[in-house]
T-cell receptor
Framework: DVKVTQSSRYLVKRTGEKVFLECVQD?????MFWYRQDPGLGLRLIYF???????EKGDIPEGYSVSREKKERFSLILESASTNQTSMYLC??????????????FGAGTRLSVL | DQQVKQNSPSLSVQEGRISILNCDYT??????FLWYKKYPAEGPTFLIS?????DKNEDGRFTVFLNKSAKHLSLHIVPSQPGDSAVYFC????????????FGQGTELSVKP
């Protein structure tokens, strides 16, 4: 079974803090993704990565950065947390390209509250 | 620009009856469609998918139908069970977009005993 593990289920941070969200997958997947989920908006892609040290902006990258130093690990960084970044953050991974390999496998999510 | 839309935020169905969740898309380059199920405080889990070369895919109680001319897909759950109560997301991908998925807003299904 594919396992995607997010380091924290719940986080509470203060405005202006630097926040790190960690994600690890154990299936040797090339692709990794970070989304945020907000009511009525579905899942919105923040950043994704096709390979180690590679990153691509998603639909809402502002205020975020990412790091992928190892294939199995993809980190999301909030440089200076703001209240509008309070959300559920979801990490996912998938094999490379095409057909059934587009199935993404998700972690349990991190509920982040910024006060 | 919302390329994948689920216009019904919620749906309530009686146990044993059919649940039909709908999804519309605008991008004709989409060639693969997926449905995910999400319980509160958990990540989405993959449910069923369909390639654009098919119009139907069935897996147990779940069937997905694709109408390419209408740019519409639907998920049928028969019979519905209380454990099916969750938020359902449809998602789509295009062959030239790598592994990216575009998600709809989700439909919350409630199956009542």
């Amino acid at each position: 079974d594919v396992k995607v593990t997010q380091s924290s289920r719940y986080l509470v941070k203060r405005t202006g803090e630097k926040v790190f969200l960690e994600c690890v997958q154990d299936m040797d997947h090339e692709n990794m993704f970070w989304y945020r989920q907000d009511p009525g908006l579905g899942l919105r892609l923040i950043y994704f990565s096709y390979d180690v040290k590679m990153k691509e902006k998603g639909d809402i990258p502002e205020g975020y950065s990412v790091s992928r130093e190892k294939k199995e690990r993809f980190s999301l960084i909030l440089e200076s947390a703001s209240t509008n970044q309070t959300s559920m953050y979801l990490c996912a991974s998938s094999q490379l390209l095409g057909g059934t390999k587009n199935i993404q496998y998700f972690g349990a999510g991190t509920r982040l509250s910024v006060l | 620009d919302q390329q994948v839309k689920q216009n019904s935020p919620s749906l309530s169905v009686q146990e044993g009856r059919i649940s039909i969740l709908n999804c519309d898309y605008t991008n004709s380059m989409f060639d693969y469609f997926l449905w995910y199920k999400k319980y509160p405080a958990e990540g989405p889990t993959f449910l069923i998918s369909i390639s654009s070369i098919k119009d139907k895919n069935e897996d147990g109680r779940f069937t997905v139908f694709l109408n390419k001319s209408a740019k519409h897909l639907s998920l049928h759950i028969v019979p519905s069970q209380p454990g099916d109560s969750a938020v359902y997301f449809c998602a789509a991908s295009a062959y030239n977009q790598g592994g990216k998925l575009i998600f709809g807003q989700g439909t919350e299904l409630s199956v009542k005993p």
